[in-house]
C-alpha cells in the first residue's frame, strides 16, 4: 500500500519552457503532498508543502510564481516549472502523507529528472 | 536554529554490521524516520521512532533515546544492494520535518 506515483519520470527541454510534473497517491487519500528538489550529492531540500484544495505554503527562498503548485484532489498535486532555465535543472521529487496528522510516514514518488538545455 | 547530525560516509564490509548514527537538536520533538536512498531514485521509508527504544524490522533496526537526541540505524548481514544513502529525519513541534544530509554507506565484498 501507500504508492505514490510521479510523472514524468525524466524531462529534458529547452530554456524557456513550461514544465508539468504530476503527483498521485494510487492507493489513499493524501492529506498533505510536498514537493522536494535534490542537487547532486546534495540532501532533500523542501520546496513547498501542500494541503487538499489550499495553498501551498512555499519554503523561504522558493518563488512561488516561479514554481506553481496546485493540490486539486486528494490524490493529485502538480508541481509547474514555469519559464524553466538552466539553473532550475535538479531532481524533483514529491511526497505524500496519509491520514490527518503529519507524523505519518512521507512516501515518495520515483522522482522528476529534469534537465533544462 | 535546528540541525540534523549524521556521518557523511561509511564503508563497512558484505556480511558484517554497521551501525549509522544521528544526533539532533530542533524545536520539540515529534518522531523521527530512517529513510533509504540509492542514488538516482526516491528515499524509501525504513523507520519510524517516537518512544525510546529500539524497534527492530527484519535486518535493519532503530534505536532512539530523546533525552540524548540520538538515534542509530542499524543494518545487519549486509548485502551489496544495501550500498546507498541512509537518511534521519526529524519532526519537531510545528510538525515541520527535518532532514539530515544522509549517510553514504558503501559496501565492499
Known amino acids: 500500500g501507500a504508492v505514490v506515483s510521479q510523472h514524468p519520470s525524466r524531462v529534458i527541454c529547452k530554456s524557456g519552457t513550461s514544465v508539468k510534473i504530476e503527483c498521485r497517491s494510487l492507493?489513499?487519500?493524501?492529506?498533505?503532498m510536498f514537493w522536494y528538489r535534490q542537487f547532486p550529492k546534495q540532501s532533500l531540500m523542501l520546496m513547498a508543502t501542500?494541503?487538499?484544495?489550499?495553498?501551498?505554503?512555499?519554503e523561504q527562498g522558493v518563488e512561488k510564481d516561479k514554481f506553481l503548485i496546485n493540490h486539486a484532489s486528494l490524490t493529485l498535486s502538480t508541481l509547474t516549472v514555469t519559464s524553466a532555465h538552466p539553473e532550475d535543472s535538479s531532481f524533483y521529487i514529491c511526497?505524500?502523507?496519509?491520514?490527518?496528522?503529519?507524523?505519518?510516514?512521507?512516501?515518495f514518488g520515483d522522482g522528476t529528472r529534469l534537465s533544462i538545455l | 536554529g535546528q540541525n540534523i547530525d549524521q556521518p557523511t560516509e561509511m564503508t563497512a564490509t558484505e556480511g558484517a554490521i554497521v551501525q549509522i548514527n544521528c544526533t539532533y537538536q530542533?524545536?520539540?520533538?515529534?518522531?523521527l524516520f530512517w529513510y533509504q536512498q540509492h542514488a538516482g531514485e526516491a528515499p524509501t521509508f525504513l523507520s519510524y521512532?517516537?518512544l525510546d527504544g529500539l524497534e527492530e524490522k527484519g535486518r535493519f533496526s532503530s534505536f532512539l533515546s530523546r533525552s540524548k537526541g540520538y538515534s542509530y540505524l542499524l543494518l545487519k548481514e549486509l548485502q551489496m544492494k544495501d550500498s546507498a544513502s541512509y537518511l534521519c529525519?526529524?519532526?519537531?513541534?510545528?510538525?515541520?520535518?527535518?532532514w539530515g544530509a544522509g549517510t553514504k554507506l558503501i559496501i565492499k565484498p
Open positions: 511526497s505524500a502523507t496519509t491520514g490527518d496528522h503529519l507524523n505519518q510516514p512521507q512516501h
Open positions: 492507493d489513499f487519500q493524501a492529506t498533505t
Open positions: 501542500s494541503n487538499e484544495g489550499s495553498k501551498a505554503t512555499y
Open positions: 530542533t524545536s520539540g520533538f515529534n518522531g
Open positions: 521512532n517516537v
Open positions: 529525519a526529524v519532526i519537531n513541534s510545528n510538525y515541520q520535518l527535518i
